[in-house]
């Protein structure tokens, strides 16, 4: 199992379009995904329902994004290289 965190530093917090690409980035893989924040247990970033109803991050917030599975290291140098192209 490998993570990383992601601060969000839109001044909007986690707003639907970052949500989509996170989930549209992670259904890329088949190892398992799953994010949280401080108020959340945690979500299947695969869902966008699951993140809609379990993640309130806003500016300042960390998101922990865990991966485990065949494919875990090739998933977190993705969600590395799309959070740089993201403003989150």
């Known amino acids: 199992m490998t993570s990383i ?4 530093t839109n001044p909007n917090g986690l707003t639907p379009r970052l949500a989509a690409e996170l989930v549209e980035e992670a259904n890329n893989y088949e190892c398992d995904i799953k994010m949280s924040d401080s ?12 993140v809609f109803g379990s993640i309130t991050a806003g500016p300042g917030d960390i998101l922990h994004i865990e991966f485990d599975g065949v494919d875990e290291a090739k998933a977190q140098k993705g969600f590395q290289a799309l959070t740089q192209t993201l403003r989150f």
């Open 5 to 8: 965190d992601i601060k969000v």
């Open 39 to 50: 108020r959340s247990g945690g979500c299947d970033l695969k869902s966008i329902m699951n």
